[in-house]
């Protein structure tokens, strides 16, 4: 089993930075998929980034160019880095982890992010 807990989330102006942090327990965080999602009210939830054991990302069009996602495996962490920040980006961020070959699908509790002026 495996538990995530997101950190970060918060109130900015239009424009800023936030750094989102997703702490996991238990083992085998190294070979999950990582991810962060988001849901904004009255939407459904939506892919933001993903990187994979081997590193590789993968980004939601919305945010290329001004979010990266990344990971410390010797602190079961994965972190997004958010800049350029847009009252679009309002939403409730989870961290999700994911082991295909043992079917194995985790998500965080999640962390509100408001950019507003």
């Known amino acids: 089993q495996v538990q995530l807990v997101e950190s970060g989330g918060g109130l900015v102006q239009p424009g800023g930075s936030l750094r989102l942090s997703c702490a996991a327990s238990?083992?085998?965080?190294?070979?999950?998929?990582m991810g962060w999602y988001r849901q904004a009210p009255g939407n459904q939830r939506e892919l933001v980034a993903t990187i994979s054991s081997g590193l590789i990302t993968n980004y939601a069009d919305s945010v290329k160019g001004r979010f990266t996602i990344s990971r410390d495996n010797a602190k079961n962490t994965v972190y997004l880095q958010m800049n350029s920040l847009k009252p679009e980006d309002t939403a409730v961020y989870y961290c999700n982890g994911r082991r295909i070959v043992y079917n194995n699908n985790y998500w965080g509790q999640g962390t509100q992010v408001t950019v507003s002026s």
């Open positions: 238990g083992s085998g965080f190294s070979f999950y998929i």
